[in-house]
């Protein structure tokens, strides 16, 4: 499986849309529609604020056509591993015909706990590590070769 956010900009001032309906007869009242939970975020790909949501999408990536399986709207200034964990729960009860074991993510969701989430989900994460962040790596990991073809993996904390 793979996840992928996209912006959704709406284009309405203070979350608000006047609509005159004109495929209802003998109706020129204008109506009000308000979107509650439509907030500011930050497209990180145009450099710029919009107001809106992101789609948050969980797609089968390894499939011919990357089929999608789950899309949800996600307030726009909510973070892409906040959305992970929603989304991830959710898809978990709704979907019961199969089993993920495997999850391919962006840099956006290099962080310790998303890696204890998905362990605890039993899924392997594959994530773009972020080099940007400013963190202290306390694991590293050494490779000691014992016969040609067998490397033995060593886990050494500082």
């Known amino acids: 499986m793979a996840h992928r956010s996209s912006p959704l900009p709406i284009p309405a001032a203070n979350h608000l849309v006047i609509v ?3 495929a209802i007869a003998d109706c020129n009242h204008p109506r009000l529609y308000s979107q509650p939970d439509c907030n500011s975020g930050w497209d990180s790909a145009r450099e710029k604020y919009y107001n809106g949501y992101h789609l948050y999408m969980i797609s089968a990536a390894d499939s011919k056509h ?4 789950y899309p949800r709207l996600q307030p726009a200034s909510r ?3 906040v959305s992970l964990v929603m989304s991830t729960v959710e898809f978990k ?3 019961t015909l ?3 074991d495997k ?3 962006d840099a956006a969701h290099d962080a310790e706990a998303i890696y204890l989430l998905l362990d605890h989900q039993n899924i392997q994460p594959f994530i773009d590590l972020n080099n940007g962040a400013r963190r202290i790596r306390r694991r590293t990991v050494t490779f000691r070769f014992l016969q040609p073809a067998f490397p033995s993996v060593q886990k050494v904390v500082k």
């Open 20 to 22: 005159v309906p004109s």
């Open 66 to 69: 990357d089929l999608p399986l």
């Open 79 to 81: 973070h892409d591993a």
């Open 93 to 95: 009860q709704r979907f």
């Open 98 to 100: 199969g089993t993920v």
């Open 103 to 105: 999850m391919l993510l």
